[in-house]
């Protein structure tokens, strides 16, 4: 059971290129989310998809678009990369308790840590 | 909004020293909380988590939290330091569907 899984785990990229950052998650969970992690700012959501075919921004959505491709999968995609881009990103899933009316403990990937020079 | 607060970026304790990481949480509807442990170069591994069932809640690597709701907290405690817990500790709250939110983390170090 890999539970979430993200692609690639290191990449450098010029200034301008752009790239897709992949995750998919086996645990059947609804909810997906895109988070950054900055020195002492914590996770920050990026984008998340509460279900399959929504998404929605998050706190710092600006630079980055999203894909909900199916339950499994959810990329994200920098089309313009830019040095304030750099950080390490991680991929989240959650399930949604329905009764509860919320979702329950998110799982992580292992992250992507990317660096634009 | 939900929002978390963790006081203090860092933390040094001793080996064999209580350990206690602060955790305030804003919310106008009850909170589901949970604390997670990130050790370097990984992603976030959970500890334990907080879903009204009850107000202390035991974790791994003999960690515990309690939920106080007068003083909107869930801090993080451990009777005995050891060195494998330094790590970062991030608290977080979800009072909905759309996401969780997470505090800014508080960094533990300890000393032999």
């Known amino acids: 059971n890999a539970g979430v899984t993200q692609t690639p785990k290191f990449q450098v990229l010029k200034t301008g290129q752009s790239m897709t950052l992949q995750c998919a998650q086996d645990?059947?969970?609804?909810?997906m989310y895109w988070y950054r992690q900055d020195p002492g700012m914590g996770l920050r959501l990026i984008y998340y998809?509460?279900?399959?075919?929504?998404?929605d921004k998050g706190e710092v959505p600006n630079g980055y678009n999203v894909s909900r491709l199916n339950k499994r999968e959810f990329s994200l995609r920098l089309e313009s990369a830019a040095p304030s881009q750099t950080s390490v990103y991680f991929c989240?899933?959650?399930?949604?308790?329905?009764?509860?009316?919320?979702?329950?403990?998110?799982?992580f990937g292992q992250g992507t840590r990317l660096t634009v020079v | 909004a939900q929002s978390v607060t963790q006081l203090g970026s860092h933390v040094s304790v001793s080996e064999g020293a209580l350990v206690l990481l602060r955790c305030n949480y804003s919310?106008?509807?009850?909170?589901?909380l949970f604390w997670y442990v990130q050790y370097p170069n990984q992603g976030l591994q959970l500890l334990l988590k907080?879903?009204?069932?009850?107000?202390l809640v035991k974790g791994i690597n003999g960690f515990e939290a309690e939920f106080k709701k007068s003083e909107t907290s869930f801090h993080l405690t451990k009777p005995s330091a050891h060195m494998s817990d330094a790590a970062e500790y991030f608290c977080?709250?979800?009072?909905?569907?759309?996401?969780?939110?997470f505090g800014t983390g508080t960094r533990l170090l300890v000393s032999p």
């Open positions: 989240a899933s959650s399930e949604a308790l329905l009764e509860q009316g919320r979702n329950t403990e998110a799982f």
């Open positions: 645990m059947n969970h609804n909810s």
């Open positions: 998809s509460a279900s399959e075919g929504t998404t």
């Open positions: 919310s106008s509807v009850p909170p589901y």
């Open positions: 907080y879903t009204s069932a009850a107000t």
């Open positions: 977080a709250v979800s009072t909905g569907f759309q996401k969780l939110v």
